[in-house]
Nanobody
Framework: QVQLVESGGGLVQPGGSLRLSCAASGSIFSINVMGWFRKAPGKHRELVARISDVGRVDYADSVKGRFTISTDNAKNTVYLQMSALRPEDTAVYYC??????????????WGQGTQVTVSS
């Protein structure tokens, strides 16, 4: 059993900043990739950013230069620092972790989602 607990969403004005956190716990042997997706009303879920265990980082073009993903491997936690937020960043943000359990099976785990609203 693996749990992902997200925090840090909320309401922010355009141009503001927020930091999302996601802590993974449970039967985790190793983590391959940690990342963030988002889903806005009427749109498909999209990748925002992800970071692999070897340090490869990918960002959506729309957030490059504004968002930064990082991890604390000792805490199995991934962060998303969001700056210069725009109304179009409004969405539910989901943490996603690709991991190997202690039973050596691969698991693609999702957080419960946290709402980010950018509005004046």
């Amino acid at each position: 059993q693996v749990q992902l607990v997200e925090s840090g969403g909320g309401l922010v004005q355009p141009g503001g900043s927020l930091r999302l956190s996601c802590a993974a716990s449970g039967s985790i042997f190793s983590i391959n990739v940690m990342g963030w997706f988002r889903k806005a009303p009427g749109k498909h879920r999209e990748l925002v950013a992800r970071i692999s265990d070897v340090g490869r980082v990918d960002y959506a073009d729309s957030v490059k230069g504004r968002f930064t993903i990082s991890t604390d491997n000792a805490k199995n936690t991934v962060y998303l620092q969001m700056s210069a937020l725009r109304p179009e960043d409004t969405a539910v943000y989901y943490c996603n972790v690709l991991l190997r359990t202690h039973l050596q099976s691969m698991m693609n785990a999702w957080g419960q989602g946290t709402q980010v609203t950018v509005s004046s």
